[in-house]
């Protein structure tokens, strides 16, 4: 009879940002482990809140599934006659094995065919593959950092308090670190503390639910975001979206309980972000908009147990904001002492790396590769740039930043205007940063891109020659997303740029600081953008086989390449697609181990059938337009030039034999076929398009 499962993990409480990715890897490592353990279940679950995560597991079969296992003997040779008779080798083995030599059978294996004997080996009660599976299960979940305690050298994100394993109405019996698992849970720290046993699994959330828990994450965010929306209607407004705040939020508490507060309007004369960052990082307050999307001098707070005397409550989380406002007022006033550039010196004082210098240095760069990129794309913004590119960081010294580290760029625009610079520098140095995150906005000015490129690209080349490369999940430095932003940039803009020299540019300034030279730092980031590029073309819904196929020709231009992958992506539902790409297969794995120097250049005079003559004839008919189409980054027509000579090229191989036995007729059709090859590779690897691919 199907069974539910129950794991609990009761701890102090485990940072709101922890539990997401815990409750996902918790899911995920038990189907793994269900999995490798033969076991069966209909339906797995994870809920959670800071101070449990659970594990839940429907309609999990009684016993693990047989499993069959072949055990291997000697060889078929060794063990038969020739007249077909057991030798003493078959009868030993069956021997041995306990089994009559009637139940041996031969089995096939990649060193021959063996005689051996095919073993069921029955499933084990589920309780019992349990009560080691669950604890190792536990010990093996990752957290961003662990936390030890007492003398054990084991870790989790906080310390363990109690283990619920319920399966049925049965506890699973184990221990860890000297608590042993049970079916006593606990209710809402403050509201009802006391223990709650269990009679089986299927108790557990209404059961938490009448001790003042709601342990589904689902659910609780639900009941939290109506409350909210509910508070804010009543003050004639509604609450900024936020969907990491509400997560954070939902995460922080086990029974939501939300009140509305006000602040003194005087405050909205400061920027509207700085009171967002303000309410959101230090509070955990949803703000409030009205019907205009400006901010109103309103917040709402989520208490983590009922409130009975509202008044008190709402005046505390007032009191904290007034203060936190004021500190914010204070840190603004102070900053507007100073205009932005007079600001840029004390970068000098502002480490960017131990090794690779200050900020005033990392400016000092980025204005150079900037104003190199602004000449080539941009001529008429290049004193913009570099006026942007020297206030960019400027306000990385100011209070307001070091107070709130997420309004760097913000404020930098902020007093940026405030210092009388024009819009466009004020903008560039906000959308410098941007994109902040995938999928979120890019920049929109001309300046705010190209000074994001020089610094990203900066940032890139210092660590890579410094030889912090990202590896397997580790990268601490987050130089995969700053690769995908110079990618999505120029992706945007539309900049055609050679990879190549930007990347030698960039190099100048190091030259000569790291262990490696810059030609090597300069292919392992040619690399590394390639991987970039083919993740996010994968993203875009391309196949793989296609990418890799464009990716290995010889490529220097992020959107010509993309251009290229998007063009080829479409063709290959042309009708003509894989017959086409099965002649150039052809004609390649014919040219294997022959050079164009050994065929030399096409004789016409030499061209002896007609469709080797029809073949070559094509191919110079088209030469002048395929060469137009590729110069002018017109990819879908140069395909559709080379889908035309699909039917020459198949009757060519129908009726033309390559290898002739005369050397200087069998030359001249190599050196076609060199030519034709041509501008399929100019264009892809077609050799990297697998046969199955077209199935």
């Known amino acids: 009879m199907e069974q539910d499962l129950l794991l609990e993990i009761g701890t102090e409480e485990i940072p709101a940002r922890f539990i997401p990715g815990a409750l996902n890897a918790l899911k995920e490592l038990a189907q793994e482990r ?405 999928g979120s906005r890019l920049p929109q000015t001309t300046t705010g891109a190209l000074v994001g490129l020089a610094d990203r690209l900066d940032t890139l080349t210092g660590f890579f020659g410094l030889g912090q490369i990202p590896t397997g999940s580790a990268d601490p430095y987050a130089l995969r997303r700053q690769a995908q932003a110079v990618i999505l940039i120029i992706w945007d803009k539309g900049y055609s740029l050679s990879l190549n020299e930007v990347l030698e540019k960039t190099l100048l300034p190091y030259i000569g600081r790291f262990k490696e030279d810059t030609v090597a730092i300069k292919h392992k980031l040619l690399s590394f953008f390639s991987l970039r590029l083919q993740h996010l073309l994968e993203g875009e819904g391309i196949s793989r086989e296609i990418i890799e196929a464009v990716l290995a020709t010889d490529w220097d231009n992020f959107c010509e390449m993309r251009l290229r992958v998007l063009a080829l992506h479409e063709f290959q539902k042309h009708p003509d697609f894989p017959s086409l790409t099965i002649g150039c297969k052809r004609a390649l794995n014919i040219l294997k181990g022959v050079s164009p120097s050994e065929a030399g250049k096409i004789t016409p005079e030499l061209l002896i059938e007609f469709e080797e003559k029809d073949l070559f004839q094509k191919v110079q008919e088209k030469q002048a337009d395929l060469e137009q189409f590729f110069r002018q980054k017109r990819y879908s027509e140069y395909l559709l030039q080379l889908a035309q000579l699909r039917p020459v090229i198949d009757a060519f191989f129908d009726k033309v034999l390559v290898m002739a036995q005369d050397e200087k007729i069998k030359n001249n059709r190599l050196a076609l076929l060199f030519q034709l090859t041509a501008f399929f590779n100019r264009f892809a690897l077609f050799s990297k398009l697998d046969s199955t691919f077209f199935s």
């Open 34 to 438: 269900f999995q490798q353990s033969f076991l069966q279940y209909r339906e797995i679950k994870t809920v959670g809140t800071p101070r449990r995560l659970a594990l839940l597991i429907f309609g999990i079969s009684p016993f693990q599934s047989e499993k069959t296992e072949n055990i291997i003997g000697p060889p078929k040779q060794a063990a038969f006659s020739e007249d077909g008779r057991p030798t003493k080798v078959a009868l030993g083995f069956a021997k041995a094995k306990g089994v009559g030599v009637e139940e041996l059978e031969f089995i096939e294996t990649p060193k021959g065919v063996y005689l051996g004997i095919t073993k069921i080996i029955k499933g084990l009660p589920a309780d019992v593959v349990l009560s080691e599976l669950l604890p190792q299960l536990i010990s093996d979940l990752p957290f961003p950092k662990f936390m030890r305690w007492g003398s054990s050298s084991f870790r989790f994100a906080r310390p363990i308090h109690w283990i619920v394993a319920l399966l049925g109405d049965r506890v699973i019996p184990f221990s860890l670190e000297g608590i042993s698992a049970g079916n006593r849970t606990y209710g809402h720290r403050f509201m009802a503390p006391e223990a709650i046993p269990l009679k089986r699994a299927g108790d557990y959330g209404p059961q938490l639910r009448k001790a003042q828990v709601i342990v589904d994450p689902k659910e609780r965010e639900v009941l939290l975001q109506k409350a909210v929306e509910t508070l804010a209607g009543q003050a004639k407004g509604r609450v900024l979206a936020d969907p990491e705040l509400l997560q954070e939020v939902n995460f922080l508490v086990e029974f939501p309980e939300p009140v509305s507060g006000r602040f003194d309007p005087d405050f909205l004369k400061l920027p509207p972000q700085v009171l967002i960052t303000s309410m959101k990082e230090h509070q955990r307050y949803f703000p409030m908009i009205d019907g205009q999307g400006d901010l109103l001098p309103c917040f709402i707070a989520v208490n983590n147990t009922r409130v009975k005397d509202t008044r008190r409550v709402v005046h505390g989380h007032e009191k904290v904001l007034r203060a936190r406002l004021s500190d914010a007022q204070f840190f603004f006033n102070e900053d507007l002492k100073k205009p932005l550039h007079e600001k840029v010196a004390a970068l000098k004082t502002v480490v960017f790396h131990s090794r690779l210098g200050t900020s005033f240095e990392k400016v000092e760069r980025i204005i150079e590769l900037a104003a190199y990129l602004s000449k080539k794309l941009a001529p008429e913004k290049e004193a913009l740039v570099r006026r942007c590119s020297l206030l960019c960081k400027a306000d990385l010294t100011s209070l307001m930043v070091g107070e709130f580290p997420t309004l760097q760029g913000i404020m930098g625009r902020e007093y940026a205007l405030r210092s009388g610079e024009i819009e466009e520098t004020a903008q560039g140095i906000l959308e410098h940063y941007l994109p902040a995150s995938m």
